[in-house]
């Protein structure tokens, strides 16, 4: 027969100065673990939702980056004429060759400098990217400039207001509209006209990079091939979901640092619960054989003890997500290694997060209820009796 | 018996307790003392003395932008410049595309180079053979042994921002004073193979005659390309690399919210257990009280107990501490620099002194406190 779980509810509240302390000591822990495990999530969905599926991003052979791109504009229009391009609205295809540059911005906050991505476009690249949305104002005019700039950029960069002016590249440039990429990878950077983006960085006549907008998901497959294979281009093809899926690398020095952070105060958690654990099986000594006399056995108390500690351990994990909620969506920013500037992504407290965070938490209090419970369930009754 | 005797004993009669907290001590303050040691390397650090007297010209737009190679002569007629190497990042692939396999490599002058970085150790025949070959290239030791590389082998770079693949031979392996993994070669052979690439250099390198000199130094060159269209931006090699850190974010408040969760959550602990063990000997203090010890003595037994438990854990942890440094800087990069030093050692063992003595405050004045009468008669 088990004890029931009230007799494990009572004790916890009868010592409650070791309980709150124990479980503010894995909430803690806990809260900690949440924060590592809400950022990456964070960074893995800026590179995961980024990117068109039917989208093809071309690239010079050997480039892995649109920052190190860079390819003749003269090979933009046989990029035009390749078969399964879907036409925009004006009867055009769907093709934008634009230039990728990093600038430095300083943050609003005065921490310092920033790299950030500034993308020229022709009037296609806004067409074959349906997933960004105007947020406020409107799209830049091609031949003028005008810069649209994310809604993350607008929020962390001083000048990046609607109707001011950003310095860079030959001048300054006016802030005409903010656009929502929607937590991908464009939330970090800032957009104009192609032409005008050009002569400011003297690149005329080349591009980093150029998209192509096929007309379904088979015909996007043909097209990467055909420009990979075609001997004449010297360039790349692949579907721009799969280049940023490579991006996701940069997060893996936060992934280190965090599993590191994670692990050691997790072990230090596990010693402090066992801790408690111990002591409240020492004071109960006699009052656990009582329990083996009346017939209770000693599978049931070991079950009871592992069920205490796994509520102590519970009771931490919720406190320490609670005080996590108040930082979900929080905005940051790291360094993109392949793009070389700022990605900027949010803290996310995803249902994998939280209960992720509670598995932890529960192994924590299984770790280190399981030797307590061993001893209590081993106890010689009479001396225990006795004692 | 001794009174340090007495606390002795008394912090580790329940043995399994002593030993649970001051394992959990131990694991905090590694952690603790670890995020101290990054902080040091990343905000403290003033490197080596060369260092100090090194600067890094670029382009103001950004790291991505080239300088023409033409500078180089410009900035050496600055004062106070003694010698200026190109840099040119080159960004290649070794073996595949893994990060693991990712190493800086740069591009220069290898006349110059070694005259900046003069604190590298290079014998004088391997400088020399690398000097007239110009597909040679030198690399630091740690990244030969990590390939096994030794003189005369040879060593492709798959080319991703030049379209070139580098066929190098290794000409020499130096000793830099920290364990960065980089490989230098002759920046000629960039410049023949790819048409763009001619006169320009990613940034300069530079090394001013004292410390001193280094800020005027740095405006001056600054200055004098104020009004060109390749505008320049000089900084301190320890102000370059601080951009870096930044770039990945906002470094300092992540490690300063680490520590604060890491002190309270040893805080915690270490109250815990000495709640529990003078709650336990209530009666005890009842009876010391008797034999005539004073409210203060065994407030300072209590504490002195604390303390003790706390600084046994602080130690484990820093020590651990140092060897995880140790491990983490072999995989280079930006973790190259860590290392644990004595004041970093001395600060844990305060903070752990310090949350050992907090943690006892209060526990122990109550116990003290008890009247001994009271304190006779708890069962407990």
Known sequence: MAIPISYNIRNLRLRKGLTIMTALGIALTVTTAVFLFALLAGLNRAFVTSGEPLNVLVLRKGSTAELTGGFDASLLPTLKNLPGIAKASTGEPMVSGELVVVIVLPRKDGTGEVNVTVRGLMPAGLELRPKVKLSTGRWFTPGQREVVVSESIHKRFSDSNLGDSIHFGKGDWKVVGVFDAGGSAYESEIWGDVNQMASDFDRQGGFSSAYLRATDPVSADALKHRVSDDQRLKLDGQLETEYYAKQTSSGALIRIVGLIVAVIMAIGSIFAAANTMYAAIAYRGREIATLRVIGFSRASILISFMLEALLLSFLGAIVGILLMLPFNGLTTGTSNQVTFSEVIFSLRMTPAVILGALAFALVMGLVGGLAPAWRAARQNILTALRG | ?380
């Not at chain 2, 140790?326 to 620099?337: I, T």
Request: glycine share 8%; no cysteine; net charge positive.
């Open chain 2, 1 to 380: 018996m001794t009174l340090a005797g007495f606390v002795a004993k008394n912090a580790f009669r329940n043995k399994l307790r002593s030993i649970l907290t001051v394992l959990s001590i131990t694991f905090s303050l590694l952690l603790l003392t670890f995020m101290m040691t990054i902080w040091r390397g990343f905000y403290l650090d003033k490197g080596s003395a060369e260092s100090a007297q090194r600067l890094i010209t670029r382009h103001r737009v950004s790291l991505t932008f080239s300088l023409p190679s033409s500078y180089r002569q410009k900035i050496r007629s600055v004062p106070g410049v003694v010698s200026v190497a190109p840099m040119n990042w080159f960004g290649g692939q070794y073996k595949d595309d893994k990060g693991e396999n990712f190493f800086a490599q740069f591009g220069t002058d290898p006349t110059e180079i070694l005259k900046v970085y003069k604190d590298f150790k290079i014998p004088d025949d391997q400088l020399a053979a690398w000097q007239h070959d110009r597909a040679g290239a030198i690399a630091n030791r740690t990244l030969a042994t990590k390939y096994g590389w030794k003189i005369g082998d040879r060593i492709v770079l798959k080319g991703t921002i030049y379209p070139v693949n580098l066929e190098l031979t290794l000409r020499g392996i130096f000793d830099p004073p920290e364990p960065a993994n980089t490989l230098y070669f002759n920046s000629i052979y960039v410049e023949e193979a790819v048409g763009w690439a001619k006169d320009k250099a990613g940034t300069f390198a530079i090394l001013a005659d004292s410390p001193e000199s280094v800020s005027r130094v740095a405006t001056t060159v600054d200055d004098m390309f104020h009004n060109s269209p390749q505008q320049t931006k000089t900084e301190s090699e320890k102000a370059f690399q601080l951009g870096f850190v930044a770039m990945l974010g906002n470094v300092k408040a992540f490690i300063l919210s680490i520590g604060m969760a890491v002190v309270f959550t040893i805080l915690l602990v270490s109250a815990n257990t000495m709640a529990m063990s003078i709650r336990e000997r209530t009666r005890e203090v009842a009876v010391l009280k008797t034999l005539g010890f004073t409210r203060g003595s065994i407030l300072s037994l209590f504490i002195g107990e604390a303390v003790t438990l706390a600084l046994v854990g602080g130690i484990l942890g820093t020590l651990m501490a140092a060897g995880l440094a140790a491990v983490v800087s072999k995989g280079g990069g930006m973790m190259a620099a860590l290392r644990m030093t004595p004041g970093t050692m001395v600060t844990a063992l305060g903070v752990a002194a310090l949350v050992g003595f907090i943690s006892a405050v209060v526990p122990a004045y109550h116990a003290s406190k008890i009247g001994i009468v009271d304190g006779l008669r708890h069962i407990g």
